[in-house]
């Protein structure tokens, strides 16, 4: 199990990596030295988490319908080949936005669009392979070995790339970009060969296509299930709506070059990191609840230090928020993957994971989207773009307190009790539907 483990992580290693330079270094480049409005920038970050409704569909439809006796791999295979081409072309769009605003458009809007549609088919096609290979009882470890591998491709990449791109020209930028998707290319195909099984035809779960209402009725008719769908959306919007505004605020705030806000990424990792390490050692000691709250409590603490660095110029508070952000960061990853994993049945869980990767794409948009149209919305107003970076933080700060009162309504036992009680009457419900 050890060892498909870490082919497990090698997958998760394989997206992360390409979704580095988009969302660190790439946003940078276009806010600072492209001038290209923050708001336009987040849209185009958020443009792939549009296509999140399909996972849904994706992990059911996968449950149902193997290519060649796999279930998973193939999926896993196609959505990898497309986030590396929208890493290769993502910043040759960035350019053509500058210069030729329409066709640079275009271009963004495929390039962000591939990556997207890459991510969602990759992501919700390997978590399932993860919570299928791994059982109820070790998908814990799974999940921190995955977690911890990927943080760790998260440190070592934001190096490479701030080593790459070091003085930085647009040259170097495009080279960077093209080694860190052929790198993820690689890994990836290394972590899926022997990884799956193929099914028997006899073990193989039947059935019509169900329509995407149907299959979401069969999830959020629970109402556990909407709770943690709420909470989920809540707290990864407070979460990740930093990912595009944290290397542009230390720009705007404290005068860093690219290669220094790029090296934010890697503190930010290293945080995690840690965090996750010792969420693995509190497993069996502390309820995942409690590790849940203390990490949300943890990156509420760095979003009020990074907002208070702001106001008193104050370069040593800025890394201290990215320090608690990042152990807030790599606490609540671990315990909600490990909750999102319990609240699935058996037989539907592709479906419910495809949920639970809907719920963190959305989060992903709302998150880029409200940080782009409020940073700038309140930069105009105040006419201090550092200004605008604040008050995100702060919104920010009060979706988690938000967050930690929805976490005390989840009760993975009642979930299970209810998907078990309505098994048979979903059933029946999505066959005269579908």
């Given at each position: 199990?050890f ?80 986030c ?63 977690f ?6 998260i ?6 790339i701030?080593?790459l ?71 990864l ?7 595009i ?47 849940a ?6 990156a ?14 104050s ?72 200004f ?14 938000i ?32």
């Amino acid at each position: 199990m050890f060892y498909k483990r870490i082919q497990l992580g090698l997958l998760h290693v394989a997206v992360a990596m390409t979704l580095v330079p988009i969302n660190s270094t790439l946003n940078r480049v276009m806010i600072k030295e492209l001038a290209i409005s923050a708001t336009l920038v987040a849209i185009l970050a958020s443009l792939p988490y549009l296509f999140s409704p399909i996972q849904v569909w994706i992990g059911s439809f996968a449950d149902r319908h193997p290519l060649w006796g796999l279930r998973r791999t193939p999926y896993i295979a196609l959505g990898l080949l497309l986030c590396v081409l929208g890493v290769a072309v993502s910043p040759l769009a960035a350019f053509l936005i500058a210069e030729n605003f329409w066709i640079g458009l275009v271009c963004g809007l495929l390039a962000f669009g591939a990556w997207g549609m890459g991510y969602n088919l990759a992501s919700v096609s390997y978590l399932s392979l993860a919570s299928e290979i791994s059982g109820e009882k070790g998908r814990t470890k799974t999940i921190a070995v995955m977690f911890f591998m990927m943080i760790a491709s998260i440190i070592f990449t934001a190096i490479g790339i701030s080593r790459l791109v070091d003085p930085y020209t647009p040259q170097a930028l495009l080279q960077a970009f093209w080694i860190v998707g052929a790198a993820a290319l690689l890994l990836g195909f290394l972590g899926l060969l022997g990884l799956e099984k193929r099914a028997e035809p006899g073990a193989i779960p039947t059935g019509k296509a169900y329509s995407w209402i149907a299959l979401s009725r069969t999830v959020f008719n629970n109402p556990q299930a909407r709770i943690f769908f709420i909470y989920l959306i809540i707290l990864l919007t407070a979460i990740l709506g930093q990912d595009i505004l944290l290397e542009p605020f230390g720009a705007e705030a404290f005068g860093m070059s690219v290669q220094q806000t790029t090296r934010i990424t890697s503190i930010w990792g290293t945080c995690v990191l840690a965090a996750l390490v010792v969420a693995g050692l509190l497993e069996g000691r502390v309820s995942k609840r409690s590790v849940a709250q203390w990490g949300a409590w943890g990156a509420l603490s760095g979003f009020v230090l990074i907002t208070l660095s702001g106001l008193v110029s104050s370069q040593s508070l800025f890394y201290s928020g990215v320090v608690l952000l990042g152990v807030g960061t790599g606490l609540a990853t671990v315990s909600n993957l490990s909750l999102m994993l319990d609240m699935t049945t058996a037989g539907n869980v592709g479906l419910y994971i495809g949920a639970w990767g809907m719920a963190n794409a959305f989060s992903r948009l709302a998150g880029n989207v409200l940080a782009g149209v409020v940073r700038d919305s309140a930069a105009q107003v105040v006419q201090r773009p550092v200004f605008g970076y604040l008050v995100v933080f702060v919104i920010e700060v009060m979706l988690l307190l938000i967050s930690l009162w929805l976490l005390g309504q989840i009760d993975v036992g009642r979930f299970r009790q209810r998907a078990e009680k309505m098994n048979l009457l979903e059933r029946s419900a999505l066959a005269n539907d579908g």
